[in-house]
């Protein structure tokens, strides 16, 4: 009996700890290196969560492509010649915002913009080709950007 509970006792200590969060930083030194000899060794542990599947990547280049190529066959109606256009509607706060941000990067920058008035009707047409019902969103030769931008994003795709 005396024997069975000297190694009972001894035991313990060895016993792994589980609780992740509280490991010392011999644990965690020692975890870390069991765990990167393990992915060295059977990198197809991890291969699915960093390799996405191919079908997914092929579906979104094909969307993107059609939505380029939707904005490019729209571009002289929605840009007219300038970096970006602004479709607004009536009685819109953020539509006021965005206007009166995009008239402020205007001034700064040297940037050119048109503005779409939702309440005009070609330009109400133009959205609905874009797929557009929400306002504002923003239109440039390679992107839309849906809802209210702050005017430090505009900044950057503008002048990038």
């Known amino acids: 009996m005396r024997l069975a509970l000297v190694f ?13 969060g509280a490991l010392t930083d011999a644990e965690r030194l020692a975890f870390g290196t069991e765990l990167r000899a393990l992915l060295r060794a059977e990198p197809e542990l991890v291969a699915a969560a960093v390799t996405p599947p191919n079908y997914a990547a092929e579906a979104y280049q094909e969307k ?6 939707l904005i490019a066959s729209l571009t002289r109606q929605v840009l007219a010649g300038t970096q970006i256009a602004l479709f607004t509607g009536e009685d819109c706060t953020d539509c006021a915002n965005a206007l009166e941000e995009i008239k402020a990067i205007s001034n700064t ?11 005009d009707p070609a330009s109400a047409a133009l ?6 019902t929400d306002v504002p969103f923003y239109v440039m030769p390679d992107r ?17």
């Not at 993107?64 to 190529?69: H, N």
């Not at 920058?109 to 309440?119: A, G, I």
């Not at 959205?127 to 557009?132: C, H, P, R, S, T």
């Not at 209210?148 to 990038?160: A, E, K, N, S």
């Open 127 to 132: 959205a609905e080709q874009l797929g557009m």
């Open 109 to 119: 920058y040297d940037v050119t913009f048109k503005h779409h008035v939702m309440s």
């Open 64 to 69: 993107a492509k059609a939505d380029l190529d």
């Open 8 to 20: 009972c006792v001894t035991a313990l200590p060895v016993v792994a700890q589980t609780d992740f």
């Open 144 to 160: 839309i950007l849906r809802g209210h931008m702050p005017d430090i994003v505009l900044r950057r795709y503008l002048t990038q």
